[in-house]
């Protein structure tokens, strides 16, 4: 079992790395393997929308995000973690999933060759918000969920805390467990 990390904010040990590490060791817990990977150290551009995918099923960008392509692949779960920046997922989060694009044709289904590799795989998310209200980040979630349901993935649920200050989630427990849970879970066979 495989367990991929993908961590969407820009501040490396922040609250939403901190929340992701809880879902790792959760899932590491559990028997699976981790990796994490911090898209603010990747170099990666926003879908051009050039249409070159749908053929082939290869992104024709090449930038860090070639390398990213086939640890998604080969993860039987990924949980995504990110920041909510004006409501919305961070422009690091934005360009991955949006890059997704390559995995399908022209008509929306997984590539041929992808489709093995996806099906069944587990989607869990954890949001961080500095309002009180954690449904500040319901955008984040409707995204996540709308293209877990969309591509037939399996959604294993979101887990979503409040905090402001780098490193306050640290005081959260409940947030904290509620992530390795998630981790637990993404690692269940």
Partial sequence: MKVLGILGSPRVGGNS???LDQALAGA???GAEVEKIKLVQKKISG????????????????DD??????KVLEADAIIHSVPTYFWAMTAQMKAYLDRWCAFFDAQ??????????????KIG???????????????IVHSFKTTTEFTKLKWIGAVMASA???GDIAGNEKAKKEAYDLGKKAAEK
Avoid: F
Avoid at 53 to 59: F, K, P
Avoid at 65 to 70: S, T
């Fill in 47 to 62: 879908c051009l929308d050039c249409a070159k995918c749908n053929e082939a099923g290869v992104c024709a960008i090449k």
């Fill in 125 to 139: 998310l954890i949001t961080v918000c500095g309002d009180p209200n954690v449904h500040t980040a319901d955008p």
């Fill in 164 to 166: 402001s200050a780098r």
């Fill in 65 to 70: 995000m070639q390398a990213i392509y086939p």
């Fill in 17 to 19: 790395d901190l929340l």
């Fill in 28 to 30: 590491s817990d559990a």
């Fill in 108 to 121: 929306w289904k997984w590539h041929k060759h992808v489709y093995p590799k996806m099906k069944g795989k």
